[in-house]
């Protein structure tokens, strides 16, 4: 399974950017696909996941209510909506695929995206 992440951006506090994860290669329904962040001199964290099917999504706490993931089966994209982003929320944000709850056991990686809000 090949990962494809984009949609990183500079933006300012309080806007939005949109990140796009496209699977290719041999994609599996057992696996859910979602987002994980790392943030200068801290450990990567987990931000949001999604259910192949798309029926299941998982968020983080830190996120919940500003983010959105969501799937398009026709391309066998997903996507991370990211609006009212503030500072805090600058990181390298990196695309997976995996197994367990919060996507505890990461099978496939693809690079990351930068995301960097301005206050």
């Known amino acids: 399974v090949q990962l494809q992440a984009s949609g990183g951006g500079l933006v300012q506090a309080g806007g939005s950017l949109r990140l796009s994860c496209a699977a290719s290669?041999?994609?599996?329904?057992?696996?859910?696909v979602g987002w994980f962040r790392q943030a200068p001199g801290k450990e990567r964290e987990f931000v949001a996941a999604?259910?192949?099917?798309?029926?299941?999504?998982v968020y983080a706490d830190s996120v919940k209510g500003r983010f959105t993931i969501s799937r398009d089966s026709a391309n066998n994209t997903k996507y991370l909506q990211m609006n009212s982003l503030k500072p805090e929320d600058t990181a390298a944000y990196y695309c997976?695929?995996?197994?367990?709850?919060?996507?505890?056991?990461?099978?496939?990686w693809g690079q990351g995206t930068q995301v960097t809000v301005s206050s």
């Open positions: 290669g041999r994609t599996s329904s057992s696996y859910a």
């Open positions: 999604i259910s192949w099917s798309g029926g299941t999504t």
């Open positions: 997976a695929a995996g197994v367990g709850p919060k996507l505890s056991t990461v099978r496939y």
